[in-house]
């Protein structure tokens, strides 16, 4: 074969390959897109017979799939069947990531545009589709079924299918057998997904000086958002902002450009994180007291023009300078210390309390002229999606 013949079979391949592989996907989403309906009305009615051949339909144009592995694994531990090679290739193919990914997707709000944007990253089988509901119902009912004497395998998989914790003493632990432990995974690292994920924590609450002198900021309205790292771990971490609306204050003498100046402030803004060491966890409730560590940014209600000249940037294009306009803003450093109490709510997301002291020197910066109260206590309400 010479370089031309070469070249045109290298040619015809890269025309024929994608094509057959669109025709492919197409020919899955349609099959899938046919049967599933059929799948529903099938487990819903207990019409188990009819269920086997939809799934050979589907694998045949789709291959082998999660949600086809996940509903053949269902029905032969429902009729009582040998599972432990259909659970060994959900294990080995890593299914159980797709499904706790897909399970994480379908949590969001914007799921169905999740969905529509990756067909093919959920094998055309639509995010909160019935039938999900109906394999998680099923298996919920054979895990306390007493008609069902369950291997460890079938009773660690179940767990996942139904989206619960495994209980964690020896009868469903996992076999001592090496060749079992091999295959079956610790279920722990499933005991709770939703501890596991980055959590976005909003807040409202109350600041407040305590008792002291120069009381300049009253009780005010705090209110922020946060991140908050995976509960799993013993450490926790938070990062984000605060604001604090100043509607009960005092003025604050302010030295401005060698002026003595009576400055009203309408907000101070918090930037900066937490560490946090969690000392309870029953799952239903989270104790975490904890560091707070940030940088307090309070606005004084004076606004001033700087000029800037103008400049090339490495590109060669000439940006005009001028005057710009920017707040005049007393900085400081904001220490602290808090108790968090989180409760879990049944839609597998956190409520929680924090109380807290802080330490903030307002009057640390050399223009602040009269002294102010530095130390200051905290309530909030907050939530964890």
């Not at 937490?274 to 560091?291: E, Q």
Request: net charge negative; proline share 4%.
């Amino acid at each position: 074969m010479n370089i031309r013949q070469l070249a045109l079979m290298i040619l015809i391949m890269s025309c024929v390959i994608p094509t057959k592989l669109l025709y492919g996907q197409e020919n899955c989403e349609r099959y899938t897109v046919e049967t599933l309906p059929l799948l529903t009305q099938a487990l819903n009615n207990n019409d188990f017979d009819k269920i086997d051949p939809l799934l050979n339909n589907i694998q045949t144009s789709c291959g082998i799939n999660e949600y086809v592995q996940r509903l053949r694994i269902l029905m032969q531990i429902i009729e009582k069947k040998n599972s432990a090679a259909a659970i060994d290739l959900y294990w080995s193919s890593q299914f159980d990531k797709s499904f706790l990914q897909r399970l994480d997707a379908a949590d969001q709000d914007d799921f169905a545009t999740q969905y529509e944007r990756h067909k093919e990253k959920y094998n055309f089988y639509p995010l909160r589709h019935p039938l999900d509901g109906l394999i998680k119902v099923r298996a919920q009912a054979l895990l306390v079924s007493d008609s069902y004497t369950l291997t460890d395998q079938e009773r660690n998989i179940l767990q996942l299918f139904s989206d619960t914790a495994a209980p964690e003493n020896k009868q469903n632990s996992p076999s001592n057998d090496q060749d079992e432990q091999q295959r079956v995974p610790n279920y722990k690292i499933y005991k709770d997904r939703h501890k596991a994920k980055l959590g976005y924590v909003p807040s409202i609450g109350v600041m407040s000086p305590l008792s002291g002198a120069n009381k300049v900021f009253g009780t005010n309205l705090n209110l922020g958002f946060m991140l908050m790292s995976s509960l799993e771990r013993k450490f926790i971490f938070e990062g984000g902002f605060k604001i604090r609306i100043n509607s009960n204050d005092r003025n604050i003498d302010y030295n401005y450009e060698g002026s003595t100046v009576s400055v009203n402030s309408s907000a101070t803004a918090f930037m900066g994180g937490a560490v946090g060491y969690k000392v309870f966890d029953n799952d239903k409730c989270i104790l975490i007291p904890k560091g707070i560590l940030g940088i307090d940014i309070t606005d004084t209600g004076i606004t001033e023009s700087a000029y800037s000249s103008g400049y090339y940037d490495p590109d060669g294009y000439y940006y005009d300078g001028g005057y710009t306009d920017r707040m005049v803003t007393i900085n400081n450093v904001h220490l602290g210390l808090a108790f968090a109490s989180l409760f879990r709510m049944k839609n597998q997301k956190y409520i929680g309390f924090e109380l807290g002291y802080h330490y903030a020197p307002y009057d640390a910066s050399s223009k602040v002229l009269i002294p102010i109260q530095a130390n200051y206590g905290s309530f909030e309400l907050f939530f964890r999606f």
